[in-house]
T-cell receptor, first 109, second 115 residues
Framework: QKEVEQDPGPLSVPEGAIVSLNCTYS??????FMWYRQYSRKGPELLMY????GNKEDGRFTAQVDKSSKYISLFIRDSQPSDSATYLC?????????FGSGTKLNVKP | DTAVSQTPKYLVTQMGNDKSIKCEQN?????MYWYKQDSKKFLKIMFS???????INETVPNRFSPKSPDKAHLNLHINSLELGDSAVYFC??????????????FGPGTRLTVT
């Protein structure tokens, strides 16, 4: 079993939809939770990070962590075609990093 | 200004060859990393250096040898390349080893193809 599991998709939604991306993890020692966006043939770009449980909002993006169920989510409101990319969740504790395999999102105009 | 840069962007080589990938960051970060991303987009950490010292060395064949001449550079040398080494290799950097580690900045990647 991988430390971080993520549905690879692809997920296809119409422009303006609310998108929900999710990951589960197995190690309860993880403290930091990140979401990265990766466009085709580019490096991952950090979108948001959250420490421990709770919500964090940044513009159209909201990251949510539920440590009791070991579940992390990223919500995208009013999705745009420019949001089409692969979204990677990641968990970190001290020197250990674990990434999900990424969910490919396609937002259709 | 490019924050984290890698060269070359593409590398096509034959099995058995030795090759190097270079990485430089101009962010003033203390920690640098090498990741391997396979064809299924799974990103796995290989090495991490903090102030030129190796702090993470995941289960990677010893054909892979990182070298950090200073804290702004982390190069990756690969000996005796194998078909399974074909992947995209990403360099990344962050402010610190622990507290700042979650805020990583990635380079554009080096697409290595071994034939």
């Amino acid at each position: 079993q991988k430390e971080v599991e993520q549905d690879p998709g692809p997920l296809s939604v119409p422009e303006g939809a609310i998108v929900s991306l999710n990951c589960t993890y197995s190690n309860s020692a993880f403290q930091y939770f990140m979401w990265y966006r990766q466009y085709s043939r580019k490096g991952p770009e950090l979108l948001m990070y959250t420490y421990s449980s709770g919500n964090k909002e940044d513009g159209r993006f909201t990251a949510q962590v539920d440590k009791s169920s070991k579940y992390i989510s990223l919500f995208i409101r009013d999705s745009q075609p420019s949001d089409s990319a692969t979204y990677l969740c990641a968990c970190h504790n001290f020197n250990k990093f674990y990434f999900g395999s990424g969910t490919k999102l396609n937002v259709k105009p | 200004d490019t924050a984290v840069s890698q060269t070359p962007k593409y590398l096509v080589t034959q099995m058995g060859n030795d090759k190097s990938i270079k990485c430089e960051q101009n962010l003033g970060h203390d920690t640098m990393y090498w990741y391997k991303q396979d064809s299924k987009k799974f990103l796995k950490i290989m090495f991490s250096y903090n102030n030129k010292e190796l702090i993470i060395n995941e289960t990677v064949p010893n054909r892979f040898s990182p070298k950090s001449p200073d804290k702004a550079h982390l190069n990756l040398h690969i000996n005796s390349l194998e078909l399974g080494d074909s992947a995209v290799y990403f360099c990344a950097s962050s402010r610190g080893e622990n507290r700042g580690a979650y805020e990583q900045y990635f380079g554009p990647g080096t697409r290595l193809t071994v034939t």
